[in-house]
Every structure is written in structure tokens, then in C-alpha cells.
């Protein structure tokens, strides 16, 4: 299993940016595919979840209407588009994947790509 984030950048508040995430080993079928973040200093939280099945999404509190995340089945590959950006969206951000509902559910997913840095100027 091999995770690969990409799209993180520097930007300042109010732009928009895209990170995403693909599978390129291919080696399993998720059930559920996730994006945590992690700030300097501050507990790793989850962001935003989608069902690969039926792309039922789930979204953390702070940033719904601003954020969406989708998946590409045909390109393995779930992204995450941020909106309105505020500086308190910066983080490193990471995908996961979870091989069973229960795992969405309780947030422990069950594979972890490396993260990407998103900086967000005020």
C-alpha cells in the first residue's frame, strides 16, 4: 500500500488550493478513504472522510461549505478541495485509507500515506 499525498502550498487566506491522493500500489480495496491534519503543535484531526462505494462524505465542523472531497475511481485517487482558506488551515495534511466501516466510523484508519504542507498567510 503505498499512499501518495500531493498539492500542498503556500497561500494566502482566501485562496483555494487542491491536495490529493492516490493508491499507486494498488494492492487493496478501501472501503473508506480519509484526510487528518496535523498543525504545529497540536493534535493530529480529522478533516473530511468519503465511502468509495457510494461517495457518502463526512465533514470536521470547521470546515464545512469550505471544503469538498471526491474520489476518481478510474485514477485510484481521492482529493480534497479546500476553499475560503483560513490561516488556522494550516497543517501538514494527510490521507487514509480504512479497509472497514468500523474504522471510518471510529476514525482509526488502517493506512497512512505521507503528509503535505499547507500554509495559508494572513
Known amino acids: 500500500v503505498q499512499l501518495q499525498a500531493s498539492g500542498g502550498g503556500l497561500v494566502q487566506a482566501g485562496d483555494s488550493l487542491r491536495v490529493s491522493c492516490v493508491d499507486s500500489?494498488?494492492?487493496?480495496?478501501?472501503?473508506?478513504m480519509g484526510w487528518f491534519r496535523q498543525a504545529p503543535g497540536k493534535e493530529r484531526e480529522f478533516v473530511a472522510a468519503?465511502?468509495?462505494?457510494?461517495?457518502?462524505?463526512a465533514y470536521a465542523d470547521s470546515v464545512k461549505g469550505r471544503f469538498t472531497i471526491s474520489r476518481d475511481s478510474a485514477r485510484n485517487t481521492v482529493s480534497l478541495q479546500m476553499n475560503s482558506l483560513k490561516p488556522e488551515d494550516t497543517a501538514v495534511y494527510y490521507c487514509?485509507?480504512?479497509?472497514?466501516?468500523?474504522?471510518?466510523?471510529?476514525?482509526?484508519?488502517?493506512?497512512w500515506g505521507q503528509g503535505t504542507l499547507v500554509t495559508v498567510s494572513s
Open positions: 487514509a485509507a480504512a479497509l472497514t466501516p468500523k474504522s471510518v466510523i471510529t476514525r482509526h484508519y488502517d493506512y
Open positions: 468519503i465511502i468509495w462505494s457510494n461517495g457518502a462524505t
Open positions: 500500489g494498488r494492492t487493496f480495496s478501501a472501503y473508506g
